[in-house]
């Protein structure tokens, strides 16, 4: 007698990371193409916990995790190094280990954080072990076009040591509702739309899977020590 045993593919895990208010919320319900991550336009951030997203595309399941924004505190009611063991512990925690890194920004402007947090996250965490790619937002108003950022600015990354595999240059957000009924930047944002999509499968196609389990940190102490 023979019996078939069919496993389940291992599910592809994609962090996005980033700053408060940078869109990553914004960037899920992007993809997802329905709202279901809370966004927040306040100066407070509204992701405390790290919460995950399940989508499909190209008939493969993506499993997209959103994280609280890296640079929280002072203002905000999430002391940054506790976002960071709470980040720690979320990448341990991932059984099928870790297939994408999405480093949300929001542009135009490059900022100082954004070079620490690359370094704290890539660097540290990670041990640059997993594909990187790069997601910059609030590109609705850039001439002659959003991609044409990445052109103009491609070398500031390289001068602070910040590589990644592939990039989008994208509006997370429809824009105001004008009086004709259509949303401002609503073809920014369907193209944007195209343009994320393909970014996740085109850098997860192939990747084999990578577990963060050599380090343990548990408490924001350890971290304190770790870097
Ligand atoms: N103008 C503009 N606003 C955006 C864009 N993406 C997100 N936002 C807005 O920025 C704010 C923060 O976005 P959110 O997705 O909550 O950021 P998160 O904290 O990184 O999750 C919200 O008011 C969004 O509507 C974008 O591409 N362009
Ligand atoms: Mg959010």
Not at 63 to 87: F, H, N, P, Q
Request: proline residues 3%.
């Amino acid at each position: 007698m023979f019996s078939i045993f069919t496993s389940l593919p291992p599910s592809m895990n994609i962090i996005l990371f980033g700053s408060t208010g940078c869109g990553k919320s914004s960037i899920i319900n992007m993809l997802l193409g329905h709202d279901a991550a809370p966004t927040s336009s306040g100066a407070v951030g509204c992701t405390f916990e790290n919460s995950v997203y399940v989508t499909r595309m190209e008939e493969k399941e993506y499993r997209i995790y959103d994280t609280t924004g890296l640079d929280e505190g002072d203002a905000g009611t999430v002391v940054s190094k506790d976002a960071l063991v709470k980040l720690y512990k979320l990448l341990r925690n991932l059984e099928d280990g870790i297939t994408l890194l999405v480093y949300c920004m929001r542009g135009p402007r490059i900022t100082e954080a954004l070079q620490r947090n690359y370094i704290v996250f890539y660097d540290g965490f990670c041990r640059k072990k997993v594909p990187i790619v790069l997601a910059v937002t609030a590109l609705e108003d850039q001439e002659p076009d959003m991609e044409s950022w990445w052109t103009e600015n491609k070398d500031a990354f390289q001068k602070y040591g910040m590589e990644f595999s592939g990039h989008a240059c994208i509006t997370a957000t429809r824009g105001k509702k004008m009086r004709n009924g259509e949303f401002r930047n609503q073809a920014e944002y369907s193209e944007s739309q195209g343009v994320m999509r393909d970014l996740i499968v085109k850098h997860c196609r192939g990747v084999e899977p990578w577990k963060l389990n050599l380090v343990y940190i548990h408490s924001e102490l350890d971290l304190a020590l770790f870097f």
